[in-house]
């Protein structure tokens, strides 16, 4: 077989040997049925060692490109048709139907590809702006420092060290974590508020949530059988004195709650909005949940409910997965011990631990104090764009009833049916969040979530354009 290594090429010669002879059966140069070389024998014509062959052989098994055949050697595989490679394959238009709700959403967000608004429908940063190379940094450092640790289950709890770590930085900020005690890991906030809900909700108790608030959590919820009632948000946080009655009229079993960079609208609870809200649950007898995804990205100062009720009736939920890569499912839930207790026992039923691997990358780059100052460099990067958005969002006719403090959501008004909108941006390949979505009771709305990322995007600013024009 005409194959010869290069030296000192990019490539290492397991990946010349698969991909030669990848193109060679792509190209019907080597057809179905065809016994390829033995490992011995191709090793000694090619001039490399068999441990090469093995794995450039094994490489073109696991692409289904070949079959190997206990004792008779390997043959390359019938195919029923061309694999189109992943760059190649055709991405479905979004195709919006007659009604968007938050299942269109999410397919259309985790699509292939993505078009012109995919970052504003996703609502994550683009990768430029994060700091992939530190993440890589870590993943490395990472590999080489462990063996067998990561071939075994970690501790139900979290990786230990990362616990030590989450609890150091909470305590910093008055929260009273302990490692052992009160803090459990998770793969990301969505998991967190998952277990949260399992244990506390039951079918037909009523959840207070923030409206508006974020969709996915009206899924979940409504998934157990919850009854979901919207509290109103402003700019200071929910409405105190709508909190009080539907706690009277309905007794909640638990209040969800953004305090810190509200998701959609980037506001922070004011003190005064914080210490009624603690005041209405302990009245009324209800647990608070506290969603602090985005409390990175407020300039400091912010108010922590979980600082004011020392983790009694506030259960904090809070992660990395937004600072830092949307794949590291990092997340954590700080609470008092016997409900962290529970929920422990709850991951472990569901998936015994959370990865390890994941972990220990966050801890790496916590560890090596690095994230403050990329939170500093990302915070930055996020203002500037937000302010620039909504100059334009402004100059495009909508109306921003109250301009965000923080974060990468800008909450406006554009004075139509915002669901019409969001199917006339799919027809045009852009993904937008029409306000019904964020609101428990799915009532109509005006209102659309932007992200800040297509702050310098010219293909969405031009759809847009077209769409208020």
Not at 189 to 204: E, F, N, S
Not at 246 to 272: C, D, E, R, W, Y
Not at 331 to 340: K, S, T, W
Request: with cysteine; glycine share 10%; proline share 7%.
């Amino acid at each position: 077989m005409p194959w010869q290594p290069v030296r000192q090429a990019d490539a290492t010669l397991v990946a010349q040997l698969a991909d030669g002879l990848a193109r060679r059966i792509d190209e019907q140069g080597l057809r179905p049925g065809t016994r390829l070389p033995s490992i011995r024998k191709m090793a000694e014509q090619s001039g490399v060692s068999r441990f090469t062959v093995v794995e450039a052989y094994d490489r073109l098994v696991a692409r289904g490109l070949v079959q190997s055949r206990r004792g008779a050697g390997f043959f390359v595989r019938a195919r029923s048709g061309p694999l189109a490679p992943a760059a190649t394959q055709v991405v479905q238009p979004f195709a919006a139907p007659a009604r968007i709700d938050v299942a269109w959403l999410l397919r259309s967000m985790f699509r292939a590809g993505g078009g012109p608004g995919m970052p504003g429908g996703a609502g994550l940063l683009p990768a430029e702006w994060l700091d992939p190379d530190m993440v890589a940094g870590a993943v490395r450092a990472v590999g080489r420092s462990v063996r067998g640790q990561l071939v075994s289950y970690g501790h139900p709890q979290g990786f230990a060290p990362l616990r030590q770590q989450v609890a150091a930085s909470l305590q910093s900020e008055g929260v009273p974590a302990h490692p052992e005690r009160n803090l459990l890991t998770t793969n990301g906030v969505t998991h967190g508020l998952d277990l949260i809900a399992r244990h506390l909700v039951q079918p037909g108790d009523v959840v207070l949530v923030e409206d508006p608030a974020w969709f996915v959590i009206f899924g979940r919820l409504a998934a157990f059988g919850a009854r979901l009632i919207g509290v109103p948000r402003g700019p200071n946080g929910p409405d105190v004195a709508q909190l009080e009655q539907l706690a009277a009229q309905h007794k909640p079993k638990l209040f969800i709650v953004n305090s810190a960079v509200h998701n959609p609208t980037g506001h922070t609870l004011s003190a005064g909005v914080a210490y009624d809200i603690l005041r209405i649950a302990e009245r009324h007898d209800f647990m608070v949940v506290e969603d602090d995804t985005y409390g990175d990205l407020h300039p400091g100062g912010a108010m922590k409910l979980a600082v004011l009720d020392r983790l009694n009736r506030v259960i904090l939920v809070s992660g990395y997965s937004k600072m830092l890569a949307a794949s590291l499912r990092v997340g954590y839930v700080a609470a008092n011990p016997d409900i962290l207790q529970k929920l422990a026992d709850l991951k472990m039923l569901a998936g015994l631990t959370s990865p390890e691997l994941g972990e220990r990358v966050v801890h790496r780059v916590l560890m090596e104090g690095q994230y403050r100052r990329h939170i500093e460099r990302v915070r930055l990067r996020v203002d500037e764009a937000r302010q620039r958005c909504v100059k334009g969002l402004l100059k495009l006719g909508l109306t921003i009833p109250h301009e965000p403090h923080a974060g990468m959501f800008v909450w406006a008004d554009c004075g139509r049916d915002s669901e019409a909108l969001a199917r006339a941006a799919a027809d045009r390949g852009m993904l937008l969040a029409p306000g019904t979505l964020f609101s428990p009771s799915q009532a109509p709305s005006t209102m659309l979530r932007f992200s800040v990322s297509m702050a310098d995007d010219r293909g969405v600013w031009s759809v847009l354009e077209k769409l208020f024009a």
